[in-house]
T-cell receptor
């Protein structure tokens, strides 16, 4: 199994600012995923990040709003840009250790925008 | 397109009684099925998976799930509920063919009453 560390665990931000969330995995993984979980709702995939290539974004999410970096096989960042109260959510990093294996999740970043 | 349905927003059960959390799925090929649990202020924790083989899958903390292909269901069960089982439970599915993203259900809140 993979152990995932996310930072920060929570933050309160001002409208219009940006926040970068870090995700560190204790083993090398090909694919990393970023999810959003809005209050009381299920998980929505934002994008899939492969090392050495641009992230693949899901419908409704764009790179300008959620830029992602994937500099190596154990690390990724997600930036939430120009934040508004609608961006208040939990952001989760996830990895799949191998084919057919379940996804593992970090504890998430709880983000509140004032 | 693949999908997951968790028809119950909340399930209440008395401590010591058996519990069932329902899940049905739709996928074009063979399914990989997963159950996750989310405790407050935590990410998702993997409980169990069905990839192939026996239809009855045993997982963590005494949970099990039964894969029923004809009914396209993967209900989560436990013979005797504990108060500590109270949490949010997510069913997830992905197509076994090649790499496909995982689709999560909307979640079911399990409340075990002392």
């Amino acid at each position: 199994s993979a152990v995932i560390s996310q930072k920060p665990s929570r933050d309160i931000c001002q409208r219009g600012t940006s926040l970068t969330i870090q995700c560190q995995v204790d083993s090398q993984v090909t694919m990393m995923f970023w999810y959003r979980q809005q209050p009381g709702q299920s998980l929505t995939l934002i994008a899939t990040a492969n090392q050495g290539s641009e992230a693949t974004y899901e419908s409704g999410f764009v790179i300008d709003k959620f830029p992602i970096s994937r500099p190596n096989l154990t690390f990724s960042t997600l930036t939430v840009s120009n934040m508004s109260p609608e961006d208040s959510s939990i952001y989760l990093c996830s990895v799949t250790p191998g084919q057919g294996q379940p996804q593992h999740f970090g504890d998430g970043t709880r983000l509140s925008i004032l | 397109a693949q999908s997951v349905a968790q028809p119950e927003d909340q399930v209440n059960v008395a401590e010591g009684n058996p519990l069932t959390v329902k899940c049905t799925y739709s996928v074009s090929g063979n399914p990989y099925l997963f159950w996750y649990v989310q405790y407050p202020n935590r990410g998702l924790q993997f409980l169990l998976k069905y990839i192939t083989g026996d239809n009855l899958v045993k997982g963590s903390y005494g949970f099990e799930a039964e894969f029923n292909k004809s009914q396209t269901s993967f209900h989560l069960k436990k013979p005797s509920a504990l108060v500590s089982d109270s949490a949010l439970y997510f069913c997830a599915v992905r197509d076994a063919g090649g790499y496909q993203k995982v689709t999560f259900g909307t979640g079911t809140k399990l409340q075990v009453i002392p």
